[in-house]
């Protein structure tokens, strides 16, 4: 099968090899790993049908994983996590172990769809109905080797989730982008990936991506991303994220010092 653009040929293995190159932050183990090298192994298991899930926790869901142990073991055991963010970065300096990269999903999730073999099948989900058709018509066009073959807004009751997973299962996507948010996001790939029908399908916690490939989010420019200071044009467009990131970074800053001082530990063993 073709690779894209990368033109990229890899043996079959699992993103989570590699352990010992590792930074543990509040309990949740992040591979320091190149935007390359991920974009590698995550073409290498959509091109040999490896399923599971993918999650980008920034700043914001890392403060969430604090007071909720479920959510940890979550991103701990069942999902593979890349670093988003300048927060994570700092803590991961702060460890002697700086990450080479910012892999956020914003970043990686176009251009893995840029580098996908051609007829990989993607379903999207999330949002509300106009945001979804309209990012889904616009990804049409800018990834012409992805098939979209699906998609469906993000506003689920149990009985509207069970008919959205069968279709996904009927439709045996390679690729699903969730679009909800965390923590919801995280629960819907933990508790659907390894259903039957979808054992070989790769999902993604793409959070706010639909906002941008929609219109409705305009991406800041490349200088502010480099200062690190994307969260604060991301407040500017939308105010309601004001307390997720005035409040939220002290927050952060704060239980990294705390866990650093071995005054906050999780299952009784202190967090390196």
């Not at 390359?36 to 298991?45: A, D, G, I």
């Not at 029908?197 to 490349?222: C, D, N, Q, W």
């Not at 200088?223 to 604060?232: A, D, I, P, S």
């Amino acid at each position: 099968m073709d690779t894209g653009h990368l033109n990229i040929h890899v043996k079959q293995r699992s993103v989570r090899e590699d352990d010992w190159d590792q930074v543990e932050i509040f309990g949740v183990r992040f591979p320091r790993k190149t935007r390359h090298t991920v974009l590698k192994e995550l073409l290498s298991r959509i091109e040999h049908g490896i399923g599971g899930g993918v999650c980008f926790p920034d700043m914001s869901t890392m403060n969430l994983v604090i007071k909720d142990d479920e959510l940890r073991q979550c991103l701990q055991t069942r999902l593979d996590v890349f670093n988003d963010g300048a927060g994570l970065a700092w803590a991961a300096r702060r460890k002697g172990k700086p990450f080479p990269d910012n892999l956020n999903g914003t970043d990686l999730v176009p251009r893995l769809l840029d580098s996908v073999p051609m007829g990989t099948r993607v379903f999207v989900l999330g949002g509300k109905p106009k945001t979804v058709e309209s990012a889904v018509e616009n990804m049409q066009r800018r990834f012409p080797c992805a098939d979209f073959v699906g998609w469906h807004h993000g506003y689920l009751d149990s009985e509207l989730e069970d008919r959205v997973v069968e279709e996904m299962r009927s439709l045996q996507p390679n690729v699903v982008l969730v679009a909800m948010g965390n923590p919801l996001q995280i629960r819907f790939i933990d508790r659907h990936k390894d259903k039957p029908g979808l054992e070989k399908t790769i999902f993604f916690a793409v959070g706010g991506l639909l906002h941008y490939f929609s219109g409705e989010l305009v991406r800041a420019p490349r200088w502010v991303r480099r200062c690190r200071l994307e969260w604060l044009f991301i407040t500017v467009q939308q105010p309601y994220k004001f307390r997720r990131y005035f409040f939220g970074i002290p927050k952060f800053l704060f239980y990294c010092l705390k866990y650093e001082s071995g005054r906050k530990t999780f299952e009784g063993k202190t967090v390196e």
